[in-house]
T-cell receptor
Framework: NAGVTQTPKFRILKIGQSMTLQCTQDMNHNYMYWYRQDPGMGLKLIYYSVGAGITDKGEVPNGYNVSRSTTEDFPLRLELAAPSQTSVYFC???????????FGDGTRLSIL | DQQVKQNSPSLSVQEGRISILNCDYTNSMFDYFLWYKKYPAEGPTFLISISSIKDKNEDGRFTVFLNKSAKHLSLHIVPSQPGDSAVYFCAASPYSGAGSYQLTFGKGTKLSVIP
């Protein structure tokens, strides 16, 4: 009963490095989402996907890319890490829109 | 411009008493509201939701009240238990159409239940 699984849990990057945050869900959900949460703030939507092969931008997409080749996986790519991308990243999924989203436990990313 | 506001960063309540967490919103397109609970180092967990066709929804110890005219909702926890100590997020979205997938979150309220 894994739900939404995110890896890694923690990561430190240097400015300019790139990395991929992994997210996989085993609930056969069509909708998947990436959020970031900065200290003392609510979650903000980065990208979302309504199904395999379909992605779109959320509120704060700059500096990120996503792909959705399968129903299960929704990786988030940072190409040129910047200190402003230091945050906690959460992946979520839902069966369809207007359904409660199920969240992973997050990836804490620091960029120095 | 915060569309979902949780004006109390923290709240302390005695065990067994009622906890009331408040949330205000400004976007009149919002008609679906959710409360999430978050423990440290974990992801948010869905608690309870309400759509604008209702003004109250209950699930065990948790009740959400919606006042559409005031653009205000509240979460009541009765009785409060030490395990309820967490950060509570209010979230909102349109129920259909454009943006219905996109949740807008408040900044959260940290609830501490004192034994």
């Amino acid at each position: 009963n894994a739900g939404v699984t995110q890896t890694p849990k923690f990561r430190i990057l240097k400015i300019g490095q790139s990395m991929t945050l992994q997210c996989t869900q085993d609930m056969n959900h069509n909708y998947m989402y990436w959020y970031r949460q900065d200290p003392g703030m609510g979650l903000k939507l980065i990208y979302y996907s309504v199904g395999a092969g379909i992605t779109d931008k959320g509120e704060v997409p700059n500096g990120y890319n996503v792909s959705r080749s399968t129903t299960e996986d929704f990786p988030l790519r940072l190409e040129l890490a910047a200190p402003s991308q230091t945050s906690v990243y959460f992946c979520a999924s839902s069966l369809r829109e207007v359904q409660p989203q199920h969240f992973g436990d997050g990836t804490r990313l620091s960029i120095l | 411009d915060q569309q979902v506001k949780q004006n109390s960063p923290s709240l302390s309540v005695q065990e067994g008493r009622i906890s009331i967490l408040n949330c205000d919103y400004t976007n009149s397109m919002f008609d679906y509201f959710l409360w999430y609970k978050k423990y440290p180092a974990e992801g948010p967990t869905f608690l309870i939701s309400i759509s604008s066709i209702k003004d109250k929804n209950e699930d065990g110890r948790f009740t959400v009240f919606l006042n559409k005219s005031a653009k205000h909702l509240s979460l009541h926890i009765v009785p409060s238990q030490p395990g309820d100590s967490a950060v509570y997020f209010c979230a909102a979205s349109p129920y259909s159409g454009a943006g219905s997938y996109q949740l807008t979150f408040g900044k959260g309220t940290k609830l501490s239940v004192i034994p």
